[in-house]
């Protein structure tokens, strides 16, 4: 009897693992096979890819993440991505977009795989809003306005934890845009910088020291 109710137990905590976290939340392999949808023809290039999609999901585990910031949702793709390292961690994410009609199709998207509760996606204009929010984060994610990179940087340097990390997507594909930005992680002494070499647009990763 006593090792009836011991396999159940076991069967129980199986099940539930590999089940989502309600009835209308989608399991890590099903948002896989959910993502591509979010990559309409002649719009890809608005998303990061998903190489870093895994990466940064990679970083969110790692860091045991709380928090995280994220300053330009678009579609959702890469607050998916987030997200799904978030309810590992039971972290949140807080992502910031300007235009009403993507953050509409980020929302749906977050409802559908049903990652919204670990989501506060907020229609703001980052460069007002950023300095009203508090800290400490583990990760900020930026990846809006490339001339506007070094001005999120300066804003969120000091709401970063110890360990936590500022990344910055496309720092290969749109270097010459960013050349403030980039000599700034590369020099600054309140960092330690390195480069995702899988990313196909480019990622930066500056650690905070
Ligand atoms: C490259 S897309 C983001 C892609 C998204 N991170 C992904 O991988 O799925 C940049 C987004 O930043 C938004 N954006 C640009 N400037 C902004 C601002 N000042 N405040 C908030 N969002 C902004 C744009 O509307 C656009 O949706």
Redesign the pocket.
Known sequence: MQVIGLLLLVVGGMVAQSRPMSNTSMSDTEIRAYLPR?LEPGQR????SAV??QHLHDLVVRLKAKRVL????????????LAMGLRKTGGQLV?????EA??AV?RDHLAATGLSPFVDARL??????VPDIEGPFDLV?I???KT?YLRYYEMVLDKVRKGGVIAA??VTSNAQQLQDFLTRIKSDPAVRTEFFGGSPRGLSLSYRK
């Not at 994220?70 to 991505?81: L, P, Q, V």
């Open positions: 979010l290039e608005a998303n990061i870093d999609g994220e300053i330009g949702t678009a579609k959702g793709y890469s607050a998916i991505w992502t910031l977009e300007i235009h993507y953050q980020a703001v204009d980052a460069l007002e809003a994610f990846d809006a306005i506007d997507h496309n």
